[in-house]
Every structure is written in structure tokens, then in C-alpha cells.
């Protein structure tokens, strides 16, 4: 019988583990990413317990945890350093592995000539000869566009986000509230410390170091003795965006998943897990049931949870940049993480 086939549109994270997950079951598998290489660069990532049971399912979690470093707890602080409070995941622990990493892995895993780099994906209509097509192209995805329109276009959110990493190792995980903005501070491989901010701002925000050093003049000192070791080259700015609500992540034989379908805000650090966990069930479901069913299936099961998932990131991150209120909150914060 002859194997059957997907294209992938894609070779981020998800389109990688969704080939992974259908070559493990004898799908033959073309991933068609338009970058000449995989990311070089990279600020690191939290793979919730979730993500981790889904990438042991396709065989390459021991490998990933063997490079990242696991965080058991981590601490939220007021902008002045104050302890708000803390939290420990217990035997959970969130693996912390920049993206660079986690894509080679993943490809590495592949067999050869899966993964074509520099090669961008036919229209749609070209890749008819498939048994299913995957559209795992990201935020921007012309996949999704396609299938939905301009309606699906992702919006702002009114925030602005810089990432990176120093030189030395953090010994915590923390992430510090003000007014308007949050900054966090985590381990990631290499020995590295991973950071990040997030500023409510206006379209037109200066995204230099130097803004970004000003913005957080007078933060704890943890805050500051990173922003004077960040180098501005390896620094990352962008406006942080989310996707429409879809009335569905399939449509025919297409099938979304990853930013594709729900990108979401940076706040509760779940994109690339619901990333993974959607590649993983959608390439189980092809794998057990016809292709009707299973896109069925997959868009029943995980259409649901990412909602919810990325609807409690933008709360969450409306909360921690709060601009007024922010005694109550904090207040209320410490008292909850207490109880918990």
C-alpha cells in the first residue's frame, strides 16, 4: 500500500514535530521551509509538562533534556525587588531550552531530505497530490490567509517586547511587575541567563537599548545589572500580536496549527507548547483514522484549549502591565500565591 503523504508549510517548531510525529507512523513527509537554515540565534523557551509528554512521545525529549535546564520554581517580585511571591512546580519542572536548540533536535531526527530549507511552499493548489496539507508558517502565515481571509490577520496588543540573553548563568527565575511593564529574568542552556520585557506602548515606540535602559531606569538591581551586559546586537524587538479567534483550524484537507492558528501573547510562555501539543495530536489522529476524521478530531480537540490558553495570556499580561490599580494587585497576587 502506498504511504501517505503530507505536505508541511513550514519548518518552525511545530511544522517540525507535526513531521516527526507523522514520519513515526509511516506518513511520507515534505516540509517546506523558505529560510536557508535553521535559527542561529535565540532567546530560550519553557516546555510545560504538556509539551514534554507530547516531544517523549515522538522519542526526543531525553535529548532535549540532556542540552536544557529545568526550573522547579520561580518568583514574582514588585519593581523595587519586593518578593510578591513564589511558586515551585514540583516534579513538573518546566524544561527552559533556547529555540535554536529545541529546532535542531527536532531536525535532526528527521530523515534526510524531509526538511527542505530554502525551498518556499507551492500554492496551495500545487500541493493537491497530498493526502493532507499542514500550515505551520507562523503568525504570518499565507496559509491561513488563504483558507480565511483578511479577517484573520493578526492585531496588536498594544505592547511592545524585547528579548535576550548575558553572559552567566541566573541563579533564579523571576519576573518583576511596574506599572506598564514587566521584566524576567531565567536560566537557559549554555550557562546562559535568558530576559525579556514587555512594555505597554504605542505603535511608534523606540525599540533601541537605550530607550529600553531609560523605561527601566530605577528597577531593582537584578533588572539593571542585566540591561548593562546586553549586547544590542543580539537584542530582539518586536510588536507582540495575536490572532483573531478561527472559526476552525481546518478547512478541506488544511490544517492549521501553532501560530498559524492561535498566535498568542508571550505571558504565560504556552505558544510553542500548544504549538508541539497541536503537531502531535494532529499527527496521531492522521495516523489512526482517515484523513476526514482525524483533521476532525484534531480541530475538536485542540481548537477549544488554545483559546482558552491564549485568551488567560492576554489577561495575564493586561495584569502585569497594569497601570493603575497596581497596590490591589499586588496585594491580592501575594495573598493567592501564598494560599497556593
Given at each position: ?31 517546506y521551509e523558505r529560510s ?142 511596574g506599572p506598564g511593564a ?159
Open positions: 500500500m502506498k504511504a501517505q503523504s503530507a505536505a508541511v508549510i513550514g519548518g518552525g517548531i511545530g511544522g517540525l514535530t507535526t513531521a516527526n510525529t507523522l514520519v513515526r507512523a509511516g506518513w511520507h513527509v515534505t516540509v536557508p537554515g535553521l535559527p542561529a540565534t535565540g532567546t530560550a523557551l519553557g516546555l510545560w509538562l504538556p509539551a514534554r509528554r507530547a516531544l517523549a512521545r515522538i522519542g526526543v525529549e531525553q535529548a532535549l533534556a540532556a542540552i536544557g535546564v529545568e526550573q522547579r520554581a520561580g518568583e514574582i517580585r514588585r519593581w523595587d525587588g519586593t518578593v510578591l511571591g513564589r511558586a515551585g512546580s514540583g516534579r513538573a519542572a518546566v524544561l527552559l531550552i533556547s529555540r535554536p536548540e529545541l529546532t535542531r533536535v527536532l531536525a535532526e531526527a528527521l530523515p534526510p531530505g524531509v526538511l527542505r530549507l530554502g525551498e518556499p511552499a507551492p500554492p496551495l493548489a500545487d500541493l493537491a497530490e497530498h493526502d493532507v496539507i499542514i500550515g505551520a508558517d507562523g503568525i504570518g502565515s499565507r496559509t491561513r490567509a488563504s483558507l480565511f481571509g483578511e479577517r484573520s490577520a493578526p492585531r496588536s496588543l498594544r505592547m511592545t517586547a524585547w528579548r535576550g540573553w548575558v553572559p552567566g548563568e541566573a541563579a533564579t527565575t523571576s519576573e518583576s511587575w514587566l521584566f524576567g529574568i531565567t536560566p537557559r542552556d549554555g550557562g546562559l541567563t535568558n530576559w525579556f520585557a514587555a512594555v505597554r506602548t504605542p505603535a511608534a515606540a523606540d525599540p533601541s537599548l537605550e530607550a529600553l535602559r531609560t523605561r527601566y531606569r530605577g528597577w531593582h538591581p537584578a533588572v539593571q545589572d542585566v540591561l548593562r551586559r546586553v549586547d544590542e546586537e543580539s537584542m530582539l524587538v518586536h510588536e507582540l500580536l495575536e490572532t483573531p479567534r478561527l472559526p476552525a483550524y481546518v478547512r478541506g484537507r488544511v490544517a492549521l496549527l501553532g501560530d498559524a492558528a492561535h498566535a498568542m501573547s508571550p505571558n504565560l510562555g504556552r505558544g510553542a507548547c500548544e504549538a508541539i501539543v497541536d503537531a502531535v495530536v494532529l499527527g496521531e489522529e492522521l495516523a489512526r483514522h482517515p484523513v476526514p476524521l482525524a483533521l476532525r478530531r484534531y480541530d475538536r480537540r485542540r481548537r477549544l484549549p488554545d483559546t482558552a490558553i491564549a485568551r488567560a495570556s492576554r489577561v495575564m499580561g493586561r495584569v502585569a502591565t497594569a497601570t493603575s490599580g497596581t497596590g490591589l494587585r499586588d496585594a491580592a497576587l501575594g495573598i493567592t500565591m501564598r494560599l497556593a
